[in-house]
């Protein structure tokens, strides 16, 4: 191919670029919905806002326990030990039976307690708790005291064995199995973030190309229908008029797109000063969740080099969704064949994005691969495994280069199809003709 075929570009995409900039729409629905998203952010985070001295457990509005058993254990003691801060003011008496526990009760005048009856029956442990008529405690805050003596007995019982704390405590671990790779990084929120990453950068891309793949297609099919072609095509060449209008397309979309991200991030440092101002104490989640990230990913993860290649495979497979948009424009000779060419443009996306879905959904190792080196899979999934560090550095700079020379080629393809199409002006596009069009060799 010829270098002069794509003189010409950089006017087509100048001109494109500046009209697409002052249509109306697209400068009202940037200022909008960055205002929007901006406002949104800060009152989520003001909302959620609550400082970390509020989250401490009320006290427990039981005063007195009366138990009632021949197994011993001090409840104060292991609920402390527990960290059940809100039984820190209840008292805990040993009484014989039901009788006496009362009669007790009502000579000292008490109104806020309750009696806990522990006894074995049928080969398990009971515990019962009663509570006294007209009483004020509540059967939620009963059963929260019957919870928490439960799991003190559980560590009184072992203690019964004649075993140490240490032994005690050994035994009472609950076992839990899983597996994993050497050097494999195999924490529950290692794991959950690994796995929503390339759910979310698929769905990110994938409403992206939904919402402005159709201008590209747009763009290179609206002087067809119009029967301009024959006029653009005596000042530049169709390889160089698809190049222009699709970057014009891609970048514009792009540049919207960051704008958004940048007043959500605005919203953020705006919204986590104000709940600050509010809430001393007040921790973001969301920098919390990023500080972890940091601590916790392989080598190349977060790194500026991972997401600097991660930007770029996500902007070339956001262009090269954009060229394949417009490869089926340029197929499109009257309007009402818009629609059917679509599907050459929509298909990929939707295959794609499930491809990468359910390949991390699944945890298949091999689709996973494989979805790292097909151009049209590549943008799902690569960027966010290069920023969790899943993915390499030098394969995502494959991965980039693949990208890079299939844009090119469809690129081409399209410059062909764009051209060779004006002669079958009319008629019905058939898989023998498209063919015809591409293998034939054209000269300048």
């Known amino acids: 191919m010829k270098k002069s075929q794509f003189n010409g570009w950089k006017d087509v995409f100048s001109f494109t670029f500046r009209q697409t900039l002052k ?7 940037t200022a909008v919905v ?3 998203l901006l406002a949104a952010v800060i009152l989520a985070v003001v909302l959620t806002a609550e400082p970390e001295d509020n989250k401490d457990a009320e006290p427990s509005p039981v005063q007195d326990v009366y138990t009632i058993s021949e197994y011993r254990a001090d409840y104060a003691m292991l609920l402390a030990a527990l960290g059940k801060e809100s039984f820190a003011g209840t008292a805990f008496h040993e009484a014989e039976n039901r009788a006496e526990a009362i009669s007790r009760a009502s000579a000292a005048g008490q109104q806020k307690y309750v009696l806990a009856e522990l006894r074995y029956e049928d080969g398990t442990f009971l515990l019962e708790m009663i509570l006294p008529e007209n009483t004020e405690i509540t059967d939620r805050e009963a059963e929260e005291l019957l919870s928490a ?9 072992v203690g019964m064995a004649g075993l140490t704390q240490e032994q005690a405590a050994a035994v009472l671990t609950p076992v839990t199995s899983d597996y994993g790779k050497f050097g494999e990084d195999r924490s529950v929120g290692t794991m959950i973030v690994k796995m929503l990453a390339p759910m979310v950068f698929g769905l990110v891309i994938y409403m992206m190309l939904i919402f402005y793949g159709q201008d590209a297609s747009r763009e290179i099919s609206v002087e067809k229908t119009s029967k301009l072609t024959e006029t653009l095509l005596t000042s530049v060449r169709p390889y160089a008029l698809i190049t222009g209008k699709v970057l014009a397309v891609a970048l514009s979309a792009i540049l919207q797109f960051f704008v958004w991200v940048a007043f959500a991030v605005a919203g953020l440092f705006i919204g986590d000063a104000i709940a600050k101002s509010m809430y001393p104490g007040y921790e973001n989640a969301i920098f919390k969740v990023l500080d972890f990230l940091r601590g916790n990913f392989g080598e190349s993860a977060f790194t500026p080099a991972a997401i600097i290649l ?4 996500f902007m070339l497979g956001f262009l090269f969704y954009c060229v394949l948009a417009g490869m089926a424009g340029s197929m499109v000779s009257k309007p009402e064949d818009a629609a059917q060419v679509q599907g050459i443009f929509q298909f990929p996306i939707i295959i794609s ?10 945890e298949k190792e091999g689709l ?3 979805t790292r080196f097909i151009p049209f899979t590549i943008p799902f999934g690569m960027p966010a495994d290069l920023l969790t560090g899943t993915a390499s550095i030098v394969q995502g700079l494959i991965s980039l280069a693949i990208l890079a020379v299939f844009t090119v080629l469809v690129i081409v393809l399209s410059g062909r199809l764009y051209e060779g199409l004006i002669l079958y002006s009319g008629q019905k596009l058939t898989p023998k003709t498209i063919f015809n069009i591409v293998r034939v060799k054209r000269t300048q």
């Not at 249509?23 to 629905?29: E, N």
């Open 149 to 157: 003596m439960a799991e003190c007995f559980e560590y009184a019982r």
């Open 23 to 29: 249509k109306k729409g697209y400068s009202v629905v």
């Open 353 to 362: 994005f499930f491809a990468c879905y359910f390949g991390t959904l699944l």
């Open 310 to 313: 991660a930007a770029l495979i």
């Open 34 to 36: 960055s205002l929007i």
């Open 368 to 370: 996973i691969t494989a």
